[in-house]
T-cell receptor, first 117, second 111 residues
Framework: GAVVSQHPSRVICKSGTSVKIECRSL??????MFWYRQFPKKSLMLMAT?????????EQGVEKDKFLINHASLTLSTLTVTSAHPEDSSFYIC?????????????FGPGTRLTVL | QKEVEQNSGPLSVPEGAIASLNCTYS??????FFWYRQYSGKSPELIMF????GDKEDGRFTAQLNKASQYVSLLIRDSQPSDSATYLC???????????FGSGTRLSIRP
């Protein structure tokens, strides 16, 4: 159980285009989903916390207009990288937890590797 | 001081030996502790979670938690080359608002 999927797994796009990444919890309802990015050989960086039906909470330094997050249902959250540029190239990973309690575990999706040309 | 600290490594351990990975955290009120394994180019996968002081064993893995010392560790017995990966320690603090990840320890098991 606790499977999280992401789509697409890999995307290459031209500079200036927008890219949407989907994150789905397949066998559980996730009240909270998280979006991370990770540069090569670097640690995970939390970008935002997404709660179903409400606005996402962004970490300091993350542009909310650049990285649009929508958590439309208990099983789906999307991250849209708007007007992507080469510096946005990274590994984007979502995770989902069952609820917001102190003992809940985050389960990670397989990640999306974005390359902006 | 970082909220969750790990030695970046690399930690090199001979095959068959015990690998010991350590993590300290700053929030004394933290309640939940996790170990994730991340292979290069892949996303993290959960290995174990621990909430109470003491040891928790699952197969070749043992998590140890000492809240008084604000210390959590992961032992891997009978290390295999397939255990070579980066191990991330993660903590949910007293505010319970989000999980904080350490920067990870790179483990290399040499045949």
């Amino acid at each position: 159980g606790a499977v999280v999927s992401q789509h697409p797994s890999r995307v290459i796009c031209k500079s200036g285009t927008s890219v949407k990444i989907e994150c789905r919890s397949l066998d559980f309802q996730a009240t909270t989903m998280f979006w991370y990015r990770q540069f090569p050989k670097k640690s995970l960086m939390l970008m935002a916390t997404s709660n179903e039906g409400s606005k996402a909470t962004y970490e300091q330094g993350v542009e909310k207009d650049k990285f649009l997050i929508n958590h439309a249902s208990l099983t789906l959250s999307t991250l849209t990288v708007t007007s992507a540029h080469p510096e946005d190239s990274s590994f984007y990973i979502c995770s989902a937890s069952l609820s917001g309690g102190t003992t809940d575990t985050q389960y990670f999706g397989p990640g999306t590797r974005l390359t902006v040309l | 001081q970082k909220e969750v600290e790990q030695n970046s490594g690399p930690l090199s351990v001979p095959e068959g030996a015990i690998a010991s990975l350590n993590c300290t955290y700053s929030d004394r009120g933290s309640q939940s502790f996790f170990w994730y394994r991340q292979y290069s180019g892949k996303s993290p996968e959960l290995i174990m979670f621990i909430y109470s002081n003491g040891d928790k064993e699952d197969g070749r893995f043992t998590a140890q938690l000492n809240k008084a010392s604000q210390y959590v560790s992961l032992l891997i017995r009978d290390s295999q080359p397939s255990d070579s990966a980066t191990y991330l320690c993660a903590v949910i603090g007293s505010s319970a608002s989000k999980i904080i990840f350490g920067s990870g320890t790179r483990l290399s098991i040499r045949p």
